[in-house]
């Protein structure tokens, strides 16, 4: 069975930072693709980042480019998302998720992603 379980999320400051983390079991982090998804409420959901590491391969949705910072522990099988100078923008619930292989051609689209976990809020107060 596959799980994801994202933890890390809690409230900030603008300027702050958090590390959010995805701790996958039944996959490998290493060999699919992974990302972390974000949705506000009354907004639908957005990609963030994701990756594959086979490919070496990251993607970032433009407004956090230069800011967040996807990386894994292949040891720990775990994903995480560091997120530095967050915004009140950047308020919303995260959500870890998994595609089987490698990203797809539109790597941020949340259809592309068949596994997902229960989220972590983000909450950032100006």
């Known amino acids: 069975q596959v799980q994801l379980v994202e933890s890390g999320g809690g409230s900030v400051q603008a300027g702050g930072s958090l590390r959010l983390s995805c701790a996958a079991s039944g996959l490998e982090v290493r060999w699919n693709c992974m990302g972390w998804f974000r949705q506000a409420p009354g907004k639908e959901r957005e990609g963030v980042a994701s990756?594959?590491?086979?490919?070496?391969?990251?993607y970032y949705t433009d407004s956090v480019r230069g800011r967040f910072t996807l990386s894994q522990d292949n040891a720990k099988n775990t994903l995480y998302l560091q997120m530095n100078s967050l915004k009140p923008d950047d308020t919303a619930m995260y959500y870890c998720?998994?595609?089987?292989?490698?990203?797809?051609?539109?790597?941020?689209?949340?259809?592309?992603?068949?596994?997902w976990g229960q989220g972590t809020q983000v909450t950032v107060s100006s």
């Open positions: 998720a998994a595609k089987w292989g490698v990203c797809s051609a539109r790597p941020l689209f949340n259809t592309e992603f068949s596994t």
């Open positions: 990756m594959y590491t086979l490919g070496d391969r990251t």
